[in-house]
């Protein structure tokens, strides 16, 4: 299962990648706009221009910061770890569907296998930490067992 575990966190570090990237791109193109708005308008409409620009560059900023933390956190999980209780960077498998312990992204498909990736300060992930194989939680109106802890 490590391999596999390898392969979703490669996964995962790809959908990351990808959000930096975009947030990077959309920042230079509102930077490229607001300078574009500073060169060929005055008075009133042009601060509103900018404003509205500066706003969506801060958006972007943040989205940018939030994709550089999750990249962060991906980093550290230890692949060579094993896990006997729910930590961060396990894979469970539940009687619900497959968790990973890591980052809060939520529903990833890899290899048409949906994995819920939740962070420990998740309330369904603060349930299932330093759970062991066979216990049980419950989540809403559900019950929930953890089957097998990678």
Request: proline share 1%; charged share 25%.
């Amino acid at each position: 299962m490590n391999i596999k575990k390898k392969e979703i966190l490669g996964h995962l570090n790809k959908i990351i990648s990808q959000k930096i990237n975009d947030a990077n791109k959309n920042i230079k193109n509102a930077i490229e706009s607001r300078n574009e708005a500073t060169k060929s308008s005055a008075g009133d409409k042009h601060e509103t221009s900018r404003a509205l620009i500066q706003i969506e560059i801060d958006k972007h900023v943040t989205q940018l910061n939030k994709g550089k933390v999750q990249r962060n956190e991906l980093n550290k999980i230890q692949l060579n770890n094993k896990h006997n209780e729910i930590d961060f960077g396990s894979l469970v498998i539940a009687s619900n569907g497959i968790y990973f312990i890591g980052i809060g992204i939520g529903q990833v498909n890899y290899q048409n296998t949906n994995y819920f990736c939740i962070s420990l300060a998740s309330p369904i992930g603060k349930l299932l930490f330093k759970k062991k194989e066979g216990d049980i939680i419950h989540f809403g109106n559900k019950e929930i067992t953890v089957l097998e802890i990678h």
